[in-house]
């Protein structure tokens, strides 16, 4: 009888289980397998016309490339205004088999309608360019109906992927577009906004004043009277802590809040929302700053904890990049992207996917073209090295690029905005790999060897072997062309 009613009781358990697991949502996460590795490359739909996507997004899908990031470039809100050519660059992808990362985010770079009320103010006192994330009534507006929109016109579309916030935490410069960053101070969130917000947080760790002036050393008698602190000392050791820790729990609302906004609309997980930055944002190095006695990171200047506040994303990244104009560049580059993924894994966890972005071109443009390095070998390196640290969506930027670095007048007239003919961003010409097809076409076998389980020691061949596929003879046509 006994066994019976063992029997019994593991055969409920068993079923239990299986509906539990049937019934549950489950958020879909990145399956850390070499079948599913994606090569992904960024491209600005508009550093060239239209009537070129498509043979650009052919020759990128038989490169070995996966997925896209298609990005308007100069404003990251052109996902909004530039609806109808979007889409149409999304059927290419899918005609491509290629899947797309829409690029909805930079603070600068965005036409979103800028309000004082809702911008940054930095600790000498001045309005910034950017907007303030910690502001609740711009999120509650502004920021949700962007996100939205967005979300709404594209989360149905089969060759649609995810979300890009880029650049996301960085401070922007004075007044506008074209302002200067020379008198910036070093802190941000000094708004009328973030003193009242910084005095409720006060209010509710302390409860009361007398706590307050017993930790931070102080007499205050009123709360009105505090304010943030805008230079850190040996002396407001306390005090600044409370203020970075202020603002790290505001930048965790945003992130909360940006995430939430976006699946109210798009509740597939396999769309990820994928947040990156310059690798500064890990603060694994600090800078000198008037206003300190000792090195600030963006913690200091931000209340940037990046493991916290990426937390609610689905993918995230500090993203790298190099000059190649020495025979130990290779090796400098390889220490310097080993340190950054292991201090991403280490701040964001185990189970957070992390996508290696990394510059496929040379930083400094003053080097005389055409470029010699990076080449293929060099760009494989850095992809190889992620992988073999379990990184199993290698980005590369870019391969179609415009140049970002405009006046303000420029930035005006450049921008896509809402007409279906949209201007042509400046080019930087034979600096990505659309001007470097002897490179793309080293890549493109590359690619396909990353991409096959590793069965002998055929894979164990040098990278830059001669192309036996059969997109060499689309490539071969290509720079015979010379069209690009």
């Known amino acids: 009888m006994w066994l019976i009613k063992l029997f019994v ?15 549950t949502p489950t958020k879909v996460l990145a399956n850390e397998t070499k079948e ?43 996902v909004a205004t530039q609806k109808a050519n979007t889409k149409f660059a999304l059927d290419l992808c899918q005609k491509n088999n ?19 009320e809702f911008q940054q103010v930095d600790s000498k006192g001045n309005l910034l360019f950017t907007f303030n994330l910690f502001h609740r009534k711009w999120r509650a507006t502004i920021w949700k109906n962007y996100l939205q929109e967005v979300a709404s016109t594209y989360h149905v579309h089969p060759a649609f992927a995810g979300y890009v916030f880029d650049d996301t935490f960085a401070i922007g410069p004075i007044g506008s577009f074209g302002g200067s960053e020379d008198n910036r101070g070093d802190f941000v969130s000094y708004s009328a906004y973030d003193k009242e917000n910084f005095r409720e947080w006060l209010k509710e760790k302390y409860q009361n004043l007398d706590k307050l002036n017993e930790v931070w050393k102080e007499k205050f008698e009123d709360w009105q009277k505090i304010e943030p602190p805008r230079v850190i000392t040996e002396k407001n050791t306390s005090v600044w802590q409370d203020w970075t820790l202020a603002r790290k729990s505001w930048l965790r609302e945003w992130a909360e809040e940006t995430v939430k906004f976006i699946r109210e609309i798009d509740k597939n997980y396999a769309h990820e929302i994928y947040v990156e930055d310059l690798a500064q944002v890990l603060g694994l190095k600090g800078v000198n700053s008037l206003e300190s006695f000792r090195p600030i990171t963006l913690k200091d200047t931000f209340g940037l904890d990046f493991g916290d506040v990426t937390e609610p994303f689905d993918a995230v990244c500090g993203y ?42 040379e930083l ?12 293929a070998e060099q760009i494989a390196s850095i992809a190889k090295l992620a992988i073999s640290l379990g990184i199993m969506h290698v980005d590369y930027y870019g391969f179609r690029i415009g140049d970002w670095r405009v006046n303000e007048e420029e930035w005006i007239k450049l921008r896509p905005g809402t007409s279906e003919k949209y201007p042509i961003t400046k080019p930087m010409k034979d600096r990505f790999l659309c001007d470097r097809l002897e490179v793309l076409k080293a890549l493109s076998e590359i690619h396909q060897e990353l991409k096959q389980p590793k069965q ?28 690009f």
């Open 9 to 23: 009781t593991v055969a409920f358990i068993i079923v239990s289980c299986f509906m539990v697991f049937i019934f």
């Open 36 to 78: 599913n590795l994606r090569i992904s490359t960024w491209y600005w739909l508009n550093s060239i016309e239209k009537e070129k996507w498509e043979q650009d997004f052919e020759l990128i899908a038989k490169s070995g490339f996966t997925d896209l990031v298609l990005c308007w470039g100069l404003d990251g809100a052109g």
């Open 98 to 116: 290629l899947k797309v990362y829409l690029f909805v985010w930079h603070p600068t770079h965005n036409s979103l309608p800028r309000q004082a």
């Open 320 to 361: 790298t990049f190099f000059t190649w104009d020495s025979p130990e560049a290779l090796d400098k580059a390889i220490v310097s992207t080993k340190e950054v993924l292991q201090a991403t894994r280490k701040q964001v966890g185990n189970n957070k996917k992390i996508i290696h972005t990394f510059w496929a071109s």
């Open 364 to 375: 400094d443009f003053n080097k005389p073209l055409p470029l010699k390095y990076p080449n």
């Open 456 to 483: 002998s020691e055929e894979s164990e061949q040098p990278i830059n072997k001669t192309l036996t596929t059969p997109v060499a003879p689309v490539l071969d046509q290509k720079l015979q062309e010379n069209n």
